[in-house]
């Protein structure tokens, strides 16, 4: 049997290098050791601003470069699209989520994963087959 596929929100990205937060820490990197995650051109951009400028010891741009080249980019899935775009809006109609939200939701879906971990959604919710899931409950 195949592992599912998981689509990671940038939050869980983030959390492998926060310091002030142990256990979201260790979960975050043991999800990002797995072989089964993508993510999203959008996960990337949010990562690479919140490292350069919200880390406590911001990241340098060479050694974002280099997590961005040898970790992110290989697992990037979606780029930026106008099918993407239309997506998105349909499932903030449709969830009332925000927009951000909505587009990493649509890129989730894009990228043909079944399960998206992130704690800012709905745990457990199943939207176009890909089932909302909060890697720090």
């Known amino acids: 049997m195949s592992a599912k596929l998981a ?11 926060d310091d002030t937060a142990p256990e979201k820490r260790r979960r975050a990197q043991q999800l ?7 993510c999203s051109w959008q996960v990337i951009q949010e990562f690479s601003h919140t490292a ?23 697992r990037c899935r979606v780029l930026p699209s106008h099918d993407l775009l239309r997506a998105a809006l349909t499932v903030h109609r449709e969830t009332g989520y ?11 879906i894009a990228s043909g994963a ?10 457990d ?7 909302i899931m909060n890697p720090f409950r």
């Open 125 to 131: 919710r199943v939207i176009d087959g890909v089932r």
């Open 98 to 108: 925000r927009w951000y939200d909505s587009l990493i939701v649509s890129g989730a």
């Open 52 to 74: 350069l400028h919200r880390f406590a010891s911001p990241l340098s741009p060479v050694d974002l470069s280099d997590y961005v080249d040898l970790v992110l980019w290989p």
């Open 32 to 38: 990002l050791r797995e072989s089964t995650w993508c």
């Open 114 to 123: 079944t399960l998206l971990y992130t704690e800012d959604l709905q745990h």
């Open 7 to 17: 689509f990671l929100d940038t939050n869980v990205v983030v959390y492998a290098f």
